[in-house]
């Protein structure tokens, strides 16, 4: 890999790391974890008391792929509505946003403001 590429790496784990040591999900407001992949968006329910995941949902699965792209706003909001739902079925109320490396901004954005509009606390 060329010295660019390697730095980019670097700078993208360092963001994680900094976010990441911030943030500490329980069983009673767990950890909204999210991976960008270039196709898919994976959303993850973590408590990390326990180390375990409470709910997971990816675009690649069905009921996203219905002629849309995976990368859309659309299916980010339609994915922070399904989260939010499943959530509440759990009696989960509110969530801390883990981000990553990524910045609040486009599909971010719009999954974490669809979850806010279905009453849940981030």
């Given at each position: 890999?060329?010295?660019?590429?390697?730095?980019?790496?670097?700078?993208?784990?360092?963001?994680?790391?900094?976010?990441?040591?911030?943030?500490?999900?329980?069983?009673?407001?767990?950890?909204?974890?999210?991976?960008?992949?270039?196709?898919?968006?994976?959303?993850q329910l973590i408590d990390d008391?326990?180390?375990?995941?409470?709910?997971?949902?990816?675009?690649?699965?069905?009921?996203?792929?219905?002629?849309?792209?995976?990368?859309?706003?659309?299916?980010?909001?339609?994915?922070?509505?399904?989260?939010?739902?499943?959530?509440?079925?759990?009696?989960?109320?509110?969530?801390?946003?883990?981000?990553?490396?990524?910045?609040?901004?486009?599909?971010?954005?719009?999954?974490?403001?669809a979850i806010r509009k279905q009453?849940?606390?981030?």
């Open positions: 890999m060329g010295e660019y590429v390697q730095d980019k790496y670097r700078q993208r784990e360092k963001r994680r790391k900094r976010v990441r040591k911030k943030i500490f999900g329980t069983g009673n407001r767990p950890r909204l974890s999210i991976y960008k992949s270039n196709r898919y968006l994976y959303l008391e326990e180390g375990r995941t409470l709910l997971f949902l990816s675009s690649s699965g069905a009921p996203y792929k219905k002629g849309n792209c995976a990368k859309s706003l659309g299916i980010a909001r339609k994915m922070g509505k399904d989260l939010a739902e499943q959530a509440k079925k759990k009696k989960i109320e509110q969530m801390v946003l883990d981000r990553g490396p990524y910045q609040y901004h486009g599909r971010l954005e719009y999954l974490a403001e009453g849940i606390k981030i």
